[in-house]
């Protein structure tokens, strides 16, 4: 079962305009979320956090918002970048190892 | 070295085949992590160590599979009798657990395995 759904596969955006990716997850024990960022060939790359104690979490241009009792969470990018462009997986851990279930990933294309 | 260090890049084995894929952790990282990704889709959890120990083996799809960390550093993942089902990128990430909090893993670059 997905317990991590990122339904859109892909997403276009206009370069310096905002880049909104969202993640939906089933599983109420999940307490920490992260976002990485994946190149072709090489492996997932950390971006930001949030646990299931804030709503909000901010770090230069990317921003995680959590909406827990909707089970949702989006990134925003602002402003986009050409180099933003990479597939984006939407992660969730809820035990104390760190455990992660990810979502199917979004590819994300910034055009100038 | 700087990041969690993966090989082969890539292996193509014949069907019957058995495989050895390594992970060099990032030195003192605690936890280490083997994830299994098909084409795409998201990164799936195979098995975890807290250094030697393996506390988690739920992910492992079949008893084909298995996974060591003897002194807690390098790890190895085997396959045993590979399947054309078992093609995929085998990616492994570490992390310094700190008790009490999260930290986020490093993903190597992973190891793409084709059986033909």
């Known amino acids: 079962d997905q317990q991590v759904k990122q339904n859109s596969p892909s997403l276009s955006v206009q370069e310096g305009r905002i880049s909104i990716l969202n993640c939906d997850y089933t599983n109420s024990m999940f307490d920490y979320f992260l976002w990485y960022k994946k190149y072709p060939a090489e492996g997932p790359t950390f971006l930001i956090s949030?646990?299931?104690?804030?709503d909000k979490n901010e770090d230069g241009r990317f921003t995680v918002f959590l909406n827990k009792s909707a089970k949702h969470l989006s990134l925003h990018i602002v402003p986009s970048q050409p180099g933003d462009s990479a597939v984006y997986f939407c992660a969730a851990s809820g035990d104390s190892w760190g455990k992660l279930q990810f979502g199917a990933g979004t590819q994300v294309v910034v055009t100038p | 070295g700087a990041g969690v260090s993966q090989s082969p890049r890539y292996k193509v084995a014949k069907r019957g085949q058995d495989v050895a894929l390594r992970c060099d952790p990032i030195?003192?990282?605690?936890?280490l992590f083997w994830y299994q990704q098909a084409l795409g889709q998201g990164p799936e959890f195979l098995t975890y160590?807290?250094?030697?120990?393996?506390?988690?083996k739920s992910g492992l799809p079949s008893d084909r599979f298995f996974a060591e960390r003897p002194e807690g550093s390098v790890s190895t993942l085997k396959i045993q009798r590979t399947q054309q089902e078992d093609s995929a990128v085998y990616l492994c990430?570490?992390?310094?657990?700190?008790?009490?909090?999260?930290?986020?893993?490093?993903f190597g670059q992973g190891t793409r395995l084709t059986v033909v």
């Open positions: 160590f807290q250094n030697e120990a393996q506390l988690d």
């Open positions: 990430a570490s992390s310094l657990e700190i008790s009490g909090w999260y930290t986020e893993a490093f």
């Open positions: 030195s003192g990282h605690v936890s």
């Open positions: 949030i646990s299931s104690i804030k």
